[in-house]
């Protein structure tokens, strides 16, 4: 418990709190945290009467939190975040490490690195659980920042002032076009002349992967508005399948791209430049105090030497 103002604050209280803005609803969280809906109600009343001022509209059918509701729940998030790291250290000391880490990931990290990363972390922490949610980049640095999830991965920067986006890892892209459309091989082709003469199928706006390619090109001179972008898709298997369909060319992952490269699906153009290397970012909120399993896998990263081994064998 905590001593606030010569009063005594509950976690329960602010867990009940928590869990009804989250779920904007006293049913739905008491439902979450194995409580009935009197008690919640009675802890967020209980709270409200200590702190002096209401939290929670209940005039509406939505409920949800007044401005000051909206600020405690800030701190409220924190506090409960800290009680859990404390406990989880705690049981660290006996060597136990078991709980749950929630993970938001753009598309490229969700399908083609951390498949491999958790596995490794899984062979060495087995009672560790993990639940990824794939979104893009700009989806990942807003769950974070809103503590939606614990740890974000994302292929660029979204910088919004309330997470770090730490490197943790490279790789390269690759232009890829259909097989048996005229395109040669052993040819290296000008980067306008890609750009200008064929369709681009392009990610969303949002995706890491677009604000990268989109700022090589303008470096290299390539007027945006003349690239015939007008097929987009939200996720990279969708690109690679539509090149692969002869819709048009498009600039990707090379991890993505490299089983289809491979098996003839599609061809990776050789260009008067190199493309650039893409970085990839574990993404943590600022200030804030992460649980002992969230620290413990940003350890783990660090020891993968930046790059997974299978980066080097996609193509």
Excluded: W
Excluded at 19 to 40: C, D, G, L, T
Aim: charge should be neutral.
């Amino acid at each position: 418990m905590l001593i606030m103002v010569g009063k005594i604050m509950d976690f329960k209280q602010i867990e009940a709190f928590v869990n009804v803005v989250e779920h904007a609803s006293f049913s739905k969280a008491a439902e979450a945290i194995f409580m009935s809906q009197p008690s919640v109600s009675t802890y967020i009343s209980s709270l409200e009467k200590e702190l002096g001022t209401v939290l929670i509209n209940r005039s509406t059918k939505e409920v949800s939190p007044t401005v000051a509701g909206k600020i405690f729940y800030e701190n409220a998030k924190a506090l409960l975040a800290l009680k859990n790291n404390t406990t989880e250290r705690i049981k660290s000391l006996s060597g136990s490490f078991s709980g749950e880490i929630t993970v938001l990931a753009s598309s490229v990290p969700a399908q083609y690195i951390l498949p491999e990363m958790l596995a490794g972390f899984a062979s060495l922490y087995p009672d560790i659980s993990f639940v990824v949610r794939q979104c893009d980049t700009l989806d990942v640095s807003r769950g974070i920042a809103s503590q939606a999830a614990e740890i974000g991965f994302a292929g660029g920067v979204e910088d919004n002032g309330k997470c770090d986006f730490i490197e943790f890892m490279t790789e390269e892209m690759v232009m890829i076009a259909p097989v048996d459309r005229g395109f040669v091989y052993s040819r290296k082709y000008a980067l306008n002349e890609i750009l200008y003469g064929h369709r681009f199928i392009s990610r969303e706006k949002g995706s890491g992967t677009r604000a990268q390619y989109e700022a090589f090109f303008s470096r290299q001179g390539v007027d945006l508005k003349r690239v015939n972008a007008g097929i987009c898709f939200d996720n990279t298997q969708s690109i690679i399948n539509a090149v692969v369909s002869g819709l048009g060319v498009s600039m990707v992952s090379k991890l993505a791209a490299g089983a289809f490269i491979r098996q003839g699906m599609v061809m990776p153009l050789m260009l008067d430049i190199g493309l650039p290397g893409r970085k990839f970012y574990y993404v943590l909120k600022k200030n804030f105090v992460h649980s002992h399993l969230v620290d413990l896998f940003v350890m783990f990263l660090g020891s993968c030497n930046k790059v997974p081994h299978m980066v080097g064998d996609m193509i």
